[in-house]
C-alpha cells in the first residue's frame, strides 16, 4: 500500500515557475513508477510527465507534449519523494495537479494509487 501527498501548489503569474512535490509513504518505493497528471473540471484527467522505477531496464522519464521543456520531473528514492518543476507557466496551465504511482507497465497510464491533489493556478 503506498500514500501520497502533494504539495507546493499555489498562484503563480505567467511565466512563473511552481515545484510540485509528492510525498509518498510504503516500502519499496524505489521501485514504484510516478506520474503526474492534471484534470480540469468536467474534462478527462490528462497525463503531464511520469518517470520509471528502478526495475526498468533504464530509467526514464516521458511527457506529454504540452510540458516538454517547460517541465520536469524527478524522483528522490531516499527521501521517497517525487517532484515535477513546472517552468514558463501559462493559464492554460491552471487545474489541479495529481501524482501517482505503480509498479511496472507503460508509463502514462494504469496507475494504481493516486494522491489527493494539489491547485495550480496561473494568473494572465
Known amino acids: 500500500q503506498v500514500q501520497l501527498v502533494e504539495s507546493g501548489g499555489g498562484l503563480v503569474q505567467a511565466g512563473g515557475s511552481l515545484r510540485l512535490s509528492c510525498a509518498a509513504s510504503?516500502?519499496?518505493?524505489?521501485?514504484?513508477?510516478m506520474g503526474w497528471f492534471r484534470q480540469v473540471p468536467g474534462k478527462e484527467r490528462e497525463f503531464v510527465a511520469a518517470?520509471?522505477?528502478?526495475?526498468?531496464?533504464?530509467?526514464?522519464?516521458d511527457y506529454a507534449d504540452s510540458g516538454k521543456g517547460r517541465f520536469t520531473i524527478s524522483k528522490d528514492n531516499a527521501k521517497t519523494r517525487g517532484y515535477l518543476q513546472l517552468n514558463d507557466l501559462n493559464p492554460e496551465d491552471t487545474t489541479v495537479y495529481y501524482c501517482?504511482?505503480?509498479?511496472?507497465?507503460?508509463?502514462?497510464?494504469?496507475?494504481?494509487?493516486w494522491g489527493q491533489g494539489t491547485q495550480v493556478t496561473v494568473s494572465s
Open positions: 501517482a504511482a505503480k509498479v511496472g507497465g507503460p508509463l502514462r497510464s494504469g496507475y494504481r494509487y
Open positions: 510504503g516500502r519499496a518505493f524505489s521501485s514504484y513508477a
Open positions: 518517470i520509471s522505477g528502478i526495475g526498468s531496464y533504464t530509467v526514464h522519464a
